[in-house]
Every structure is written in structure tokens, then in C-alpha cells.
């Protein structure tokens, strides 16, 4: 039960952060991404490659997540498991400091109760 408590809360990270890779890459003129980050149309426009190349990278965190869940080894898949949750809180604290305070609470809180999760479960 704890186990699949600890997929579910990993499974959420990844989720989230496959959608985030949606609304950079393929989704970040559209109304709703720059309303969700704050953009004005022009700004939209003119870093439209910036947001592409940055939903990769959510795209990568994502990928490492659920290859975490899938590996065949689950003592392997764990340790990827942390590895890549280490990098979304890296990167939500990293966000914070720089962008908006929020991202700590939208992406960072869920990325470390997954990790204590998959540490500790």
C-alpha cells in the first residue's frame, strides 16, 4: 500500500512535468500557458524557442521519472528515481529564486513529498 502510494506521488511529478514540456514546446503562444506563466503576447512570441528548448529539459525530468517507476531492477529504479526528483527540486528552488516564489509550492512541494516518499517508504 505505501509502495504504491510512493508510485502515485512520482508518477504526479512526472506527470506534471510532461505537461509542463507540452505548454513550452508546443503550447506557449495559446491564451491559457501565457496567462498560467504571466506572459504577454509579444513576450509569448519572442521567447518562443527559449520555451521550447526549456520543455526539453522538462520533458528529460519527466522521461528519468518514469523510467525510475518502469526499471526492472527497483532497488536501480529507486536510486533514479531520487536522482531525478533531486533535479525537479533543484530546479524549483532554482525557479523560485529567480522567476516566481510559486514554483517552490507548484513544483517543488510535490517533487519532495515524492522523494521523502521513495526514500523512507
Known amino acids: 500500500m505505501f509502495l504504491l502510494i510512493s508510485i502515485i506521488f512520482v508518477a504526479i511529478v512526472?506527470?506534471?512535468h510532461f505537461y509542463i514540456m507540452v505548454m513550452e514546446m508546443?503550447?506557449?503562444t495559446r491564451p491559457r500557458t501565457m496567462k498560467t506563466f504571466g506572459l504577454t503576447p509579444e513576450l509569448a512570441e519572442s521567447t518562443k524557442?527559449?520555451?521550447a528548448n526549456q520543455g526539453l529539459y522538462n520533458g528529460f525530468l519527466a522521461a528519468g521519472l518514469i523510467w525510475g517507476l518502469v526499471y526492472p531492477d527497483t532497488s536501480?529504479?529507486?536510486h533514479i528515481q531520487i536522482f531525478f526528483l533531486?533535479?525537479?527540486i533543484i530546479a524549483a528552488l532554482y525557479g523560485g529564486v529567480t522567476a516566481t516564489r510559486s514554483i517552490i509550492i507548484k513544483q517543488g512541494l510535490p517533487a519532495i513529498i515524492a522523494l521523502l516518499l521513495v526514500l523512507f517508504l
Open 49 to 51: 524557442s527559449l520555451a
Open 86 to 88: 533531486a533535479c525537479v
Open 14 to 16: 512526472a506527470i506534471e
Open 76 to 78: 536501480v529504479g529507486q
Open 26 to 28: 508546443f503550447l506557449w
